[in-house]
């Protein structure tokens, strides 16, 4: 009978024991995440996804440039890039108030559109980066 009661206790106390070691482990980092969030990053272009729509449909980025797409809808949605014939790039769901990027590593035209909203299409063209 103790052995039963010691048994269904135990992954109670192993948990109250873990509480100080999980909390102290993973207490820095969202910290740090909704920081790096609330900084504004300067010259990062930013498509909105706005119901079935993109604004804007064209966006422009130069060679290791992250395009961040931010759905402000309240449905969820998803990017297709298309990178050439055979590759597409998919971001999965996107919920409301989410984001999601990409960068893009050559320069060219890359039209995307979001799957679930077949009408919702724009395109990123990318230039060479600057040499300084």
Known sequence: MIRLFLAALMPSVLAFLMLPVLAFSS????????????????????????????????????????????????RDHNIVIRIDERTQVRSGNIKRDGTWSYKFEKPGTYSFHCSIHPRAKGVVKVTPAERG
């Open 27 to 74: 207490a820095d980092r969202p910290a740090t995440r909704l920081q790096e969030r609330r900084q504004p990053q300067q010259n990062v272009p930013t498509v909105i996804i706005k119901d079935s729509s993109f604004d804007p449909a064209e966006r422009t980025a130069t060679v290791g440039q992250t395009v961040v797409w931010n759905n402000t809808s309240a």
